[in-house]
């Protein structure tokens, strides 16, 4: 029998080959799968923090109308100024300074009281300790409040109200972080846009021509909310309108 020549591979070159198929990654494989999956990580978590902000104001700017809505359904039917009380009037009739009867009366010392626009102006309901430029508070009282001018209480996650006991009696927790604000401001009749002084009144030829109770009102509801986190109050969200004499 002829010997023939052998077609097998030897065997140490075989595991050479087989060696080699199973290698692992190299180092620089490695950081570069390392730096892509970080990169999607951290999309995937800047998308998370961008919805749940996005769904904070959402919900914060949906609130915010709602309760300077309140507010203006509350005083839908109140005169600009108090009917009883003889109105504003000057004082002095030579004299703007002398107003008398702009804002809250004697004796009107809760939201049941509120029965004219003028009481309004500069009153806070709620805990808000900074306000917008050009607001000057005259009262502070609780808040914020609805369209009964009942206060608004914080509620828990089944539907109850929170509330907490002091000295024996549990009292209710208002909303917190909410605030209302109130600036009733009287304006130009020839342009809407101005403001003017609350004592102003027109004069032509020596007679009066325009009493300073004859003028149109402007209410503007600026609701503010401070987060647990947040140093100061932030508007978010205000309701204006104007009555005409």
């Known amino acids: 029998m002829i010997p023939t020549r052998s077609t097998h591979i030897r065997v140490p070159e075989v ?16 950081a ?9 990580v951290l999309a995937i978590i800047e998308a998370q923090q961008a919805f749940v902000v996005k769904n904070a104001w959402s919900t914060n700017s949906s609130t915010a109308t709602y309760l300077a809505s309140e507010f203006r359904e509350m005083s839908r039917n109140f005169p600009r100024h108090d009917r009883f009380s003889g109105g504003i009037y000057l004082v002095d009739p030579n004299d703007v ?10 004796g009107e010392t809760a939201t049941a ?17 900074n306000y917008p430029d050009g607001f000057v508070p005259t009262q502070i009282f609780d808040g914020p409040i609805n369209a009964f001018g009942e206060v608004l209480n914080e509620m828990l996650w089944d539907g109850t109200v929170e509330s907490q006991t002091i000295n024996d009696e549990v009292i209710p927790v208002a909303m917190r972080g909410w605030t209302q604000i109130v600036q009733v401001d009287k304006l130009n009749p020839n342009d809407y846009s101005i403001a ?9 030829g020596g007679e009066v021509t325009r009493e300073v109770d ?3 009102i402007r209410v503007r509801v600026t609701v503010l909310f401070q987060g647990p986190f947040d140093a100061e109050a932030t508007p978010i969200a205000t309701v204006t309108w104007v009555v005409p004499p």
Do not use: C, K, M
């Open 214 to 216: 004859e003028y149109p």
């Open 32 to 40: 570069f799968s390392t730096i892509i999956i970080g990169v999607g």
């Open 15 to 30: 595991r050479r080959r087989q060696h080699a198929a199973r290698r692992a990654f190299t180092l620089i494989e490695t």
């Open 196 to 204: 003017v002084e609350h004592g102003l009144f027109e004069e032509t």
């Open 113 to 129: 009281d509120f029965d004219d626009l003028d009481d309004l102006d500069g009153l806070v309901f709620g805990t808000a300790t």
């Open 97 to 106: 300074l002398s107003l008398n009867g702009w804002g809250l009366e004697t």
